[in-house]
């Protein structure tokens, strides 16, 4: 099984800032890599898929790079709707698609 | 729109069994392969089993295998997860997600609780 990594588990940032988030895979991935937000009460949604796609009327300050073991989800510009835990989870080696721990992205 | 309605959770003692329920709309239901995922509290989530858009393809997490059952209804656009024999560790948020690999629709999930 894939184990999925994420850092920093919690990220501060001030409202209009950028934010980098990273995760890293133990095993190569192609491109195989989606990154979700979920606030709280709420389900998990979809904002990245295969690395860098990006879902359905996800706006462009969402974006997704890397290759191999190495991800990262750049948000730009962060508004209060932004300010949530994001997961990013590996479809690559499946069964199983394994998450990773989350990064909460707070307000500073 | 795409919905997800789950439902059939609740608090059951330690090897006990529940039989979970999703109602989907608002997409052709036998077209797409579902899956269940789970959330324990404060944890990231938790792919637990898929099944393919016919339902003669079935998959699960080694942390269910053999206990949890997978199916699906086309005829009532529904998705079912009867899980038997549950553990203290099966205490989640189970959600039903549409897709096999990339889950662009979540439902609201239903809360199992496993506890004496």
């Known amino acids: 099984e894939i184990v999925m990594t994420q850092s920093p588990a919690t990220l501060s940032v001030s409202p209009g800032e950028g934010a980098t988030l990273s995760c890293r895979a133990s095993?190569?991935?192609?491109?195989?890599l989606a990154w979700y937000q979920q606030k709280p009460g709420q389900a998990p949604r979809l904002l990245i898929y295969?690395?860098?796609t990006r879902a359905t009327g996800i706006p462009a300050k969402f974006s997704g790079s890397g290759s191999g073991t190495e991800f990262t989800l750049t948000i730009s510009s962060l508004q209060s709707e932004d300010f949530a835990v994001y997961y990013c989870q590996q479809y690559n080696n499946w069964p199983p698609g394994t998450f990773g721990q989350g990064t909460k992205v707070e307000i500073k | 729109e795409v919905q997800l309605l789950e439902s059939g959770g609740g608090l059951v003692q330690p090897g006990g069994s529940l039989r979970l329920s999703c109602a989907a709309s608002g997409f052709t239901f036998s077209n797409s392969a579902m899956s269940w995922v789970r959330q324990a509290p404060g944890k990231g989530p938790e792919w637990v089993s898929a099944i393919s858009d016919s339902g003669r393809k079935t998959y699960y997490a080694d942390s269910v295998k053999g206990r949890f059952t997978i199916s699906r209804d086309n005829s009532k656009n529904t998705l079912y997860l009867q899980m038997n024999s549950l553990r203290a560790e099966d205490t989640a948020l189970y959600y039903c997600?549409?897709?096999?690999?990339?889950?662009?629709?979540w439902g609201h999930g239903t809360l199992v609780t496993v506890s004496s």
């Open positions: 997600a549409k897709d096999r690999l990339v889950h662009d629709s």
């Open positions: 295969d690395t860098s």
């Open positions: 095993q190569s991935l192609s491109s195989n």
